[in-house]
């Protein structure tokens, strides 16, 4: 199904403290497989924990595992809406 040009998509980036999201998918395929290796998958229901000093990393609940990454990392991974 074709994305609608209006809909904006929502990162994990974008996610409040405590706000709990759906993994839709990685814009970049290669970060994908990463992410993919440390448990974060399509599907996945994710939840923003922290921010680190400056804005990044972003601690994350992704299932029963927590997760660190990148600021600019998170900003890939895309949520359903």
Request: net charge positive.
């Amino acid at each position: 199904m074709p994305k609608s040009p209006f809909k904006t998509e929502r990162s994990i980036a974008q996610l409040a403290i405590n706000e709990r999201a759906i993994v839709d998918h990685c814009a970049d395929e290669a970060l994908s497989a990463q992410l993919l290796e440390i448990g974060l998958v399509p599907g996945q229901e994710v939840m923003l924990l922290r921010r680190g000093p400056l804005g990044s990393p972003v601690y994350l609940k992704a299932g029963k595992n927590y997760l660190a990454i990148r600021s600019k990392e998170a900003g890939q991974v895309l949520l359903q809406a």
